[in-house]
């Protein structure tokens, strides 16, 4: 079955170091991976998507297909970068895919 | 500006009453997608459409209904709301399967 494990609920940093969430997933084919976050009292928002390889906010995430990974990493975490961050898998099962998220992680940078 | 909306932003109704959580995007977006947002479960969706006359059912669906008449709009219906479906119900939608979703700003539903 298709699924995204988000193992930390909770990741605590110190502004400036550097932040890694992970995002492993089980799926048998060439998977479509997204990172989306949620400011607080805010909606989500795409992040990235690892199609497009770009650097969003000083963050990126690559595609490790042997380890089944998208881990979303920035070198220097800011304050404004706390929020709630979920990595979400493409699902193949439907004729054009809907998203299969994970738990979230919440990513709390203090100063 | 293209935009989707969810309406109301906070609801609170009674055990046992029909409720109807509304979306509208102008996005002219084909596809739409209720999910629910839980702590310890993150987001999982309840049902989806691909287009009009369209309707699918997500992860959760038992105890929700949706319809699809025009390409605007995705009503959620709880049809005897449970204390269980307490919970922020997103919205979102997109156009093909080569873009991420846009997301609405949630509706926060209590059961009581």
């Known amino acids: 079955a298709q699924r995204v494990t988000q193992p930390e609920k909770l990741l605590s940093v110190f502004k400036g170091a550097p932040v890694e969430l992970k995002c492993n997933y089980s799926?048998?084919?060439?998977?479509?991976l997204f990172w989306y976050v949620q400011y607080s009292r805010q909606r989500l928002q795409l992040l990235l998507r690892h199609i497009s390889r770009e650097s969003i906010k000083g963050f990126t995430a690559d595609l490790n297909k042997g380890e089944t990974s998208f881990h979303l990493k920035k070198p220097f975490a800011q304050e404004e970068d706390s929020a709630m961050y979920y990595c979400a898998l493409r699902n193949y099962g439907g004729s054009q895919g809907n998203l299969i998220f994970g738990k979230g992680t919440k990513l709390s940078v203090k100063p | 500006d293209a935009e989707i909306t969810q309406s109301p932003r906070h609801k609170i109704t009674e055990t046992g009453r029909q409720v109807t959580l509304a979306c509208h995007q102008t996005w002219n977006h084909n596809n739409m997608f209720w999910y629910r947002q839980d702590l310890g479960h993150g987001l999982r969706l309840i049902h989806y459409?691909?287009?009009?006359?369209?309707?699918n059912k997500g992860e959760v669906s038992d105890g929700y209904s949706v319809s699809r008449s025009n390409t605007e709009d995705l009503p959620l219906t709880l049809e005897s709301a449970a204390s269980s479906q307490t919970s922020v119900y997103f919205c979102?939608?997109?156009?093909?399967?080569?873009?991420?979703?846009?997301f609405g700003s949630g509706t926060r539903l209590t059961v009581v």
């Open positions: 799926y048998s084919g060439s998977p479509e």
């Open positions: 459409s691909y287009g009009v006359q369209d309707t």
């Open positions: 979102a939608s997109s156009e093909w399967r080569d873009q991420g979703y846009t």
